[in-house]
């Protein structure tokens, strides 16, 4: 493939002669990469339910563990990747972050089916997990790069939304895969309680031939921006701007509630409604395909707008799992989740549109994956939450009125600085002091 020598897509004859196809196959092959890296990141949300039904003697407590653990290491891996594309270019890092996800692909399948594989074996591989979790903010900032600033809402979206929509995938598929033993890649399969035959390493062994076919079309088919190449610490400086750290708080509260609850949605749905188990995909599958929704309506109304009525729904939702647990009435819980599901997701896609908005290009790419980075923990926080609520309370009630005064916080900074007509002069807010 020719390397492209020239990038300006605020250059509209350059953008609609051949910017336009060059970024729109760029997003295409992005967004199933970038959906790999989630499938392989929340894995642990799906097979932790299933270690003990197979002869695993793990705790609860050690459950929650390994499903949080892929988020602390994800999240911590983001600050990295971030930096990344601006460092070695979008099309390598890339390549390398979608081959890498083999690893802990082959890892799982191989460890699952050996109950006496002791917990820290499962925990290395849980942290593995989190390589997967790195991936989003690299793909983010790469993708930002591609497109003009009218359009970068949507592309955005669409990237996010799709790849976060490998949660759902592996919260669907998964469940279905492990009792087919037509798909049994490898190993004998093991026998439930009740006597039903399962093959748990499908779980991760069948994601690992689509990472190699990912790996190698990102390397034959995608492109590295020119002048997208910048410093770590030309690129460092984004941490000094106050509007950062404001961005970063907005998106923990959208898009941390997102990856935090798909996290801990299945464990959840099985000590309290465990017969609706596999109902686990849809708060996941409802998020991701609200996010293109969200950095569209943000491209049309407003970013802040958009986050402002997001967080209102946010609170609602939550004060509604609030009623309906204490009631122990499902379907009532279910929809309140879903509101915080749907919620989130647009807040996801709404709070990114608002980043290039107000930073210059190239600050704007690393801002999008630092504060990916951050709202990435919310993957290890709300399950470990979750747990601790559980530990001190016997309810998960308290994670949620913490939660409900998170999103005061993030409704209060984001009508403060984004939201009044009296904020400070916009070309302020643009270059980001």
Not at 191 to 208: E, K, M, Y
Request: glycine share 10%; proline share 4%; with cysteine.
């Amino acid at each position: 493939m020719a390397r492209i020598n020239y990038w300006n897509p605020e250059d509209e004859k350059f953008w609609n002669a051949e910017g336009k196809k060059h970024a729109k196959r760029n997003l295409w092959i992005s967004v199933p990469s970038l959906m790999l890296a989630f499938i392989v990141w929340q894995i642990w949300s799906v097979v932790a339910v299933r270690l003990n039904d197979i002869g695993f003697t793990f705790t609860d407590e050690q459950l929650f563990t390994l499903a949080a653990i892929p988020g602390l290491v994800g999240a911590t891996l983001r600050f990295v990747y971030t930096f990344a594309v601006g460092s070695l270019g979008g099309k390598n890092w890339t390549v390398i972050s979608t081959a890498v996800l083999a690893i802990p692909a082959i890892g799982i399948g191989i460890a699952v089916q050996n109950p006496d594989t002791p917990f820290s074996i499962m925990l290395l591989l849980a942290a593995l997990c989190g390589l997967g979790g790195g991936n989003f903010s690299s793909s983010s900032a790469n993708i930002s790069f591609f497109f003009p600033k009218k359009e970068k809402g949507t592309a955005l979206g669409i990237n996010g939304g799709l790849g976060n929509m490998g949660v759902s995938v592996v919260q669907f598929v998964t469940p279905l895969i492990v009792t087919t033993g037509a798909f049994a890649f490898a190993g004998k399969g093991q026998v439930l309680a009740n006597g039903q035959q399962v093959w748990l390493q499908n779980a991760a062994f069948i994601w690992v031939i689509p990472i190699v076919i990912m790996t190698l079309l990102a390397y034959f088919k995608m492109d590295n921006v020119p002048g997208a190449k910048q410093s770590v610490a030309d690129q460092f400086v984004i941490v000094k701007r106050k509007h950062t750290w404001i961005m970063t708080a907005l998106y923990v509260a959208t898009f941390g509630s997102f990856i935090g609850y798909s996290a801990a949605f299945p464990l959840l749905l099985k000590s309290q409604f465990p017969e609706y188990i596999s109902l686990a995909f849809l708060g996941a599958l409802v998020a991701a395909a609200a996010r293109p929704v969200g950095g569209w309506l943000g491209d049309k109304f407003g970013g802040a707008r958009v986050t402002a009525y997001v967080i209102v729904a946010m609170t609602i939702g939550a004060l509604g799992v609030i009623y309906f647990l204490n009631l122990k009435q499902f379907a009532g819980f279910l929809a309140s989740f879903l509101v915080l599901f749907l919620a989130s997701g647009i807040g996801s896609g709404s709070t990114f549109q608002m980043i290039p908005t107000i930073f210059i290009p190239k600050e704007a790419a690393p801002v999008i994956g630092f504060s990916a980075a951050f709202a990435a923990y919310g993957s290890f926080l709300i399950p470990k939450l979750f747990g601790w609520s559980v530990e001190t309370s016997g309810s998960y009630v308290t994670a949620f009125y913490i939660f409900i005064g998170f999103y005061v916080i993030a409704f209060a900074l984001n009508y403060f600085y984004y939201q009044r007509k009296t904020t400070e002069d916009k070309q302020m807010v643009k270059q980001a002091g």
